[in-house]
């Protein structure tokens, strides 16, 4: 069974710091990666999604995440988070042998401004 | 273009009773996932549904049970609610079940 490892539960950093939140997911066979956003009192956005090619995926406001396959980890990153980015996310695999998203825990970000 | 909906919004229910919530998918997408949030945790694949038949199942109980519709809307049902069942519950749609949009959720409290 896949499973997705979220290591921060909860990041504080004040604004134009840079992020990075780690993701690390266990399956052996190929995946579809996800970062989704859930800021305060809205529903899931996606943020951005790695299928297949160049392994450094550009998504929404700033955001990047890497794909390093030989260490099973997509980590997220932002050069400078604003306050605006406080929120929840989330990673998440899908397999293409399943049609079911496994999420990680979530990791709460707080900005200070 | 309207996202995915859901209905009712908030819900309390006791202890035993019986719910049903509903989606409705974005328009163009024929599929449609349920995932459970519990507070402080990641969601949990409940079920999917494709051409009005369940496609896969997480590891919940028979409790859980769900339909789809000729025009891709969907239901969850839990019976026999238990206090653990109390969560946000989330819909997504999917196209040929690619990428997710979720909706807003409906807040589900058992007391």
């Known amino acids: 069974a896949q499973s997705v490892s979220q290591h921060n539960h909860h990041v504080i950093l004040s604004e134009a710091a840079s992020l990075e939140l780690g993701c690390n997911y266990s399956?052996?066979?190929?995946?579809?990666l996800f970062w989704y956003v859930q800021y305060p009192g809205q529903h899931l956005q996606l943020l951005l999604k790695?299928?297949?090619?160049?392994?450094l995926v550009k998504g929404i406001k700033g955001f990047e995440a890497e794909f390093i396959k030989s260490k099973f980890s997509f980590n997220l990153r932002k050069p400078s988070v604003q306050w605006s980015d406080t929120a929840e996310y989330f990673c998440?695999?899908?397999?293409?042998?399943?049609?079911?998203?496994?999420f990680g825990g979530g990791t709460r970000l707080m900005v200070k401004p | 273009d309207a996202g995915v909906t859901q209905s009712p919004t908030h819900l309390i229910k006791t202890r035993g009773q019986q719910v049903t919530l509903r989606c409705s998918p974005k328009?163009?997408?024929?599929?449609v996932s349920w995932y459970q949030q519990a507070l402080g945790q990641g969601p949990q694949f409940i079920f999917q549904?494709?051409?009005?038949?369940?496609?896969q199942r997480g590891n919940f109980p028979d409790r859980f049970s769900g339909h789809q519709f000729p025009n891709y809307s969907s239901e969850l049902n839990v019976n026999a609610l238990l206090l653990g069942d109390s969560a946000l519950y989330l819909c997504?749609?999917?196209?040929?079940?690619?990428?997710?949009?979720f909706g807003p959720g409906t807040r589900l409290t058992v007391t």
């Open positions: 997504a749609s999917s196209l040929e079940g690619r990428w997710q949009y």
């Open positions: 399956y052996g066979g190929t995946v579809n």
């Open positions: 790695y299928f297949s090619g160049d392994p």
């Open positions: 998440a695999v899908h397999n293409n042998a399943g049609n079911m998203l496994t």
């Open positions: 328009s163009g997408h024929d599929t």
């Open positions: 549904y494709y051409e009005e038949e369940e496609r």
